[in-house]
């Protein structure tokens, strides 16, 4: 039975803009991936990203490249090999997941052992800005529970009061996206630990970052630009305490259940997070999920549209995908 890839692009506009250490957009662009047999049609989302040096052209050529190979049957455990980690072959691998959903008749939940996967808390972001803008952003979304706030500038000391400031009740979280040094990164640790900060996402640039193993780590570091895959994972336990998973990092399901598994018996604590995308890219994290420590899957929310149909979000919580979406 033969099986086609096709591709296209989609530019989903974002509520406002979405601001980090790194730049602001006003929309996602995202690829999709559907991978079908004339009868059965399985779909999978990545979010191709510059840090990585990746653009849509770049991605949709590496998915181009393994229709062949997609065509004669290759299945997930041969495109681990035939395709490097990254949103390429997140969107592969996860078309494939669902397509063998569609053609088994059970769920990817069911294939995972899931029998009843359940609503997660997710976080919600916060954009860079300046502190009286976070304080005011923070408050406005202080009913929920967790907080994922954007910083990385050589002084964020006034964004973390303010934050705290404006969401006195939340769980917060910081995301740094390699935006401190060597000179900010203790008190910038400091004043965290004083405002009652739960984790701080990648606080130095990957592969700079071995004074994490010696300073005084009294808030939970979260390593995300430093680990992609099972790859050198075990070398990062003397500077991280965690790690983020995502699936556009990971190059898809297949690897990220690998790489949580692995993360597990190490010892690290475990969030899933994403890339801004439709509900289409979270909805197999949603099940990469399951009980980790952390969640951060608001893509959705932070578009002014989403496909349809998409998850249902309620609060601060994300609930499993329908079939009609994924899986």
């Not at 770049?58 to 490249?65: E, G, L, R």
Request: hydrophobic residues 45%.
């Amino acid at each position: 039975m033969s099986r086609y890839i096709e591709t296209t692009m989609t530019a989903f506009p974002i509520a406002g803009s979405f601001t980090i250490s790194r730049g602001s957009k006003t929309e996602a662009e995202v690829v999709t991936c559907v991978i079908h047999d004339g009868v059965h049609r399985g779909h999978g989302e990545c979010v191709p990203y510059g840090r990585y040096g990746e653009t849509i052209d770049s991605v949709m050529a590496q998915i181009a490249a393994v229709a062949g190979a997609i065509a004669g049957g290759l299945d997930r455990n041969g495109l681990m090999a035939e395709m490097k980690p990254g949103a390429a072959r997140n969107a592969v691998d996860c078309a494939l997941w669902d397509l063998e959903a569609k053609l088994s008749g059970t769920s990817v939940a069911s294939n995972l052992g899931i029998a009843a996967p359940k609503p997660l808390t997710t976080a919600y972001t916060i954009s860079l800005g300046e502190p009286e803008a976070m304080a005011a952003q923070a408050a406005a979304h202080a009913h929920r529970d967790l907080l994922k706030v954007k910083v990385g500038t050589p002084d964020d000391r006034s964004r973390i009061r303010a934050v705290r400031a404006g969401a006195p009740n939340s769980t917060i979280i910081l995301d740094a996206n390699e935006g401190w040094s060597e000179e900010t990164i203790a008190a910038h640790i400091a004043v965290a630990a004083e405002e009652r900060i739960a984790l701080i996402e990648q606080p130095l640039p990957a592969g700079h970052d071995a004074i994490l193993a010696a300073i005084d780590r009294t808030v939970t570091i979260c390593a995300d630009e430093s680990v992609h895959d099972r790859k050198g994972l075990a070398d990062l336990r003397d500077r991280y305490d965690a790690i983020n998973i995502k699936l556009d990092k990971t190059g898809g399901l297949t690897e990220a259940l690998l790489l949580k598994e692995e993360a597990e018996r190490l010892g690290f604590r475990i969030m899933v997070g994403c890339m801004v995308g439709s509900s289409l890219a979270m909805a197999p994290a949603v099940l990469l999920a399951q009980g980790v420590d952390f969640v951060d899957l608001d893509g959705p929310l932070l578009l002014a549209r989403d496909r349809e149909p998409g998850l249902v979000y309620r609060d601060s919580l994300v609930f499993p995908p329908e079939a009609a979406l994924w899986g």
